[in-house]
């Protein structure tokens, strides 16, 4: 039933119809399906394939905007059904869910939300990019019985430790979750997140067994928390991450000549490519973990390469980038393990490589 609902759904998304969407989900419900079914098992996995179809180049950037955007009116739409709140009497406390300062990426947000307040939670939903200062003086005006915090983008793990902590400091419990918290949660434990949810039912089941309040306690660093920070090689990186795109850039066109004909455009992709990697590699260097650096640029290279850019690109920009840093040992690991890690990758022919997309 799901995977018809969904297909229905898809088409109806695909094809940019807001009406035909809300159709699909109108009708399913008069046939009996619950909201939380429709949430959780039919429009998240629609919003899913949305993202690995832009991931593929088979939607563009607009389809997918215009795409998440009906999505997101389609819960809009589940949510304002009922709007004297009958069945949503709160009693089971209050809750907050926002997203990290920097997080754009809402949509999993909403729906934990939306779930919760399906349960009987009163939620205060804050939306993307919450800054931490204007969530702190949230939760000292409402008191909220925990605060679930939200982020997709692993180079945001730096914010969401500062928020995890000004939290707990003011007696405040944080659940964790999305894709930047890791697969199994392992940065929302490393930067001392109260509890983390791999997703809204978990979430919801996780507050249902009760999530302590912290002690407060005086403020903690970060080095606190992660002391291989004390070698100072994250600041370093992120202090002079603008000189090292522009550097790196620079010597690219002589290791990859392909880059001399490149259009204005084309070398602004590339450095936009580049300023991520850089990103990543300084989260990396925060939590000290290889594997959100290399999975990052396996990643990347599905993308480009789906793009019809070569890998070798990205393998010789890490290879000028290690130029760059070769008085920080624990960066320059990093990158050898993302150039072994790219080396590794099957071989997938590239039609067109010589041009960028």
Known sequence: MSVALQNRLWRAVADGDEYA??????????EGLGEEALLLDVIAPVQERVGAEWAADRLTVAQEHAA?????????????????????????????????????????????????????????????????QHLIAHLHRTNPGAVLLSSSIPTHLPAAHSAITACQAIGIPVMAGGRAFGPDGRYARALGADRWAADARRAA????????????????????????????????????????VRRTLADLEDRFPAMRSYTSE?????????????????????????????????????????????????????????????????????????TAALCGRPARPVPGSETPA
């Open 205 to 244: 089941a996780a507050l249902e067994e009760g999530v302590a309040r912290p002690t407060p306690a005086a403020l903690r660093q970060a080095v606190d928390d992660l002391p291989h920070l004390a070698d100072q090689e994250y600041t370093m990186v992120v202090q002079s991450r603008v000189q090292l």
């Open 266 to 338: 084309q070398l602004e992709r590339t450095a936009e490519d580049l300023a991520h990697i850089v990103e990543f590699l300084a989260t990396a260097l925060y939590v000290d973990d290889t594997e959100l650096f290399t999975s990052f640029l396996t990643w990347t290279a599905d993308i480009l390469e789906a793009r019809h850019v070569p890998v070798r690109s990205l393998i010789a920009g890490l290879d000028v980038l290690a130029g760059q840093i070769r008085d920080f040992p624990r960066a320059l690991a990093l990158i050898r393990e993302g």
């Open 21 to 30: 969407a809300v159709d699909v989900l109108s009708k399913a419900l008069s």
């Open 68 to 132: 998440t955007a009906i999505n997101e009116r389609a819960v809009a739409a589940l949510a304002h059904r009922d709007p004297d709140g009958a069945g949503r009497s709160a009693a089971r406390g209050r809750v907050t869910v926002a997203c990290i300062d920097g997080e754009w990426h809402a949509f999993p947000a909403r729906l934990v939300a939306e779930t919760l307040r399906l349960r009987g939670w009163q939620v205060d939903y804050l939306g993307a990019q919450t800054p931490t």
